[in-house]
């Protein structure tokens, strides 16, 4: 079983909408969460830390369910820009080491 | 500005043959790591390092290793490339343990035939 499994997607969506997609962990013991960003063949870039009340940053807001082992992103006014692989990592905290997902691909279009 | 650079960026070679990957990075950072990104998989991690002559198994670190000589660089060495490590490789860095964000480097896309 896959340490962090993501729908893989597309999420296809206009520019305005709204969307919304999850990612599940297998370590209970996890402690640090986080949204990654790849554009299509560059590196990652770290879109935003999870807290365990939920966070926004701008149009993107996470969330965290413990007892349900998983982590969500959301995108509100989807722009253009917004066109990439979402990919959910998950640290523990004892060895510092980051789990990745296999990313969830999302395409706006005009 | 600081950054963290990759070479090459691309590289074509043949099953058998020793191949090593650079990274090199000006952030002073301790921490420096090693994955590879394949269809259906995660980045997945090969080798990583909190410092230099320190250097440590990933999940996937068959085939390959690493040395750590000073701050800046982690090379990656694949010493009998395989066919199944054709793959992108990414090298990122951190400042410290405790400290998240890993920065990643601009990727090799690696052939092996």
């Known amino acids: 079983r896959k340490e962090v499994e993501q729908d893989p997607g597309p999420f296809n969506v206009p520019e305005g909408a709204t969307v919304a997609f999850n990612c599940t962990y297998s370590n209970s013991a996890s402690q640090s969460f986080f949204w990654y960003r790849q554009d299509c063949r560059k590196e990652p870039k770290l879109l935003m830390s999870?807290?365990?009340s939920g966070n926004e940053d701008g149009r993107f807001t996470a969330q965290l369910n413990r007892a349900s082992q998983y982590i969500s992103l959301l995108i509100r006014d989807s722009k253009l820009s917004d066109s990439a692989t979402y990919l959910c990592v998950v640290m523990l905290r004892e060895d510092y080491k980051l789990s990745f997902g296999a990313g969830t691909t999302v395409t706006v279009r005009a | 500005d600081a950054e963290i650079t990759q070479s090459p960026r691309h590289k074509i070679t043949e099953t058998g043959r020793q191949v090593t990957l650079a990274c090199h990075q000006t952030w002073n950072h301790n921490n420096m790591f090693w994955y590879r990104q394949d269809l259906g998989h995660g980045l997945r991690l090969i080798h990583y390092s909190y410092g230099v002559q320190d250097t440590n198994k990933g999940e996937v670190s068959d085939g390959y290793s690493v040395s750590r000589s000073n701050t800046e660089d982690l090379p990656l060495t694949l010493e009998s490339a395989a066919s199944s490590q054709t793959s992108v490789y990414f090298c990122?860095?951190?400042?410290?343990?405790?400290?998240?964000?890993?920065?990643f480097g601009p990727g090799t896309r690696l052939t092996v035939l």
């Open positions: 990122a860095s951190s400042f410290d343990k405790s400290y998240n964000e890993q920065f």
């Open positions: 999870v807290y365990s």
